[in-house]
């Protein structure tokens, strides 16, 4: 299975912070990567998927980056609705794997 | 709009078996390249891929193969799974979502399964 390693575990930031969370893959995923937000006692909805796309609905201060096995979700300008877990997926090799997830709070 | 909402006991022992069902609306298991997905989440922790139906097949995590049925009732647009030994490790919230081999469009709520004796 693909490793996936998602950095940092936790993460406090200011509102109006620009954040970056990073997701290495044990292998070229080829980009075939999405993002999730899950905000505490929800289930995760899609942020970015194919690396860089934004799926409908979503802010545009959430991008997405990266190629081979780096990747990086930056959220610019902070909203107090971004507090949420942040997971990784890749779905280029069976079966699709998750990273560890990243809790995002504020300072 | 796709909604899904899954279903199934809150609480079993350990070895019985689980059966959960994914209701879901605003689109069709029928469509070609469509695909259901069961996907589960110990509290606090990551996420884990089951099982998925996607153009009449079915898929599962090699991990977890051996406990693991995904079927389909078309009809009722619904999708079943069957977990069988379940143990207190198996405790977790689990989600059904629309697709297969790419992002997962749309959750359900999620239902939570507690198994202890």
């Known amino acids: 299975d693909i490793q996936m390693t998602q950095s940092p575990a936790s993460l406090s930031a200011s509102l109006g912070e620009t954040v970056t969370i990073e997701c290495r893959a044990s292998e070229d995923i080829y980009s075939n990567l999405a993002w999730y937000q899950q905000k505490p006692g929800n289930s995760p909805q899609l942020l970015i998927y194919?690396?860089?796309s934004l799926a409908d609905g979503v802010p545009s201060r959430f991008s997405g980056s990266g190629s081979g096995t780096q990747y990086s979700l930056k959220i610019n300008s902070l909203q107090s609705e971004d507090v949420a877990s942040y997971f990784c997926?890749?779905?280029?090799?069976?079966?699709?794997?998750f990273g560890a997830g990243t809790k995002l709070e504020l300072k | 709009q796709v909604t899904l909402k899954e279903s199934g006991p809150g609480m079993l022992q350990p070895s019985q078996t689980l059966s959960l069902t994914c209701t879901f609306s605003?689109?069709?298991?029928?469509?070609?390249?469509?695909?259901l997905s069961w996907l589960r989440q110990p509290s606090g922790k990551g996420l884990e891929w089951l099982a998925s139906i996607w153009n009449n097949d079915n898929y599962y995590n090699p991990s977890l193969r051996s406990r693991l049925t995904i079927s389909k009732e078309t009809s009722k647009n619904q999708v079943l799974l069957k977990f069988t030994s379940m143990e207190p490790a198996d405790t977790a919230t689990y989600y059904c979502a629309w697709g297969y081999g790419g992002p997962f469009d749309y959750w359900g709520q999620g239902v939570m399964v507690t198994v202890s004796s």
């Open positions: 997926q890749q779905y280029n090799n069976y079966p699709d794997t």
């Open positions: 194919d690396a860089n």
């Open positions: 605003g689109t069709s298991l029928s469509t070609s390249n469509m695909g």
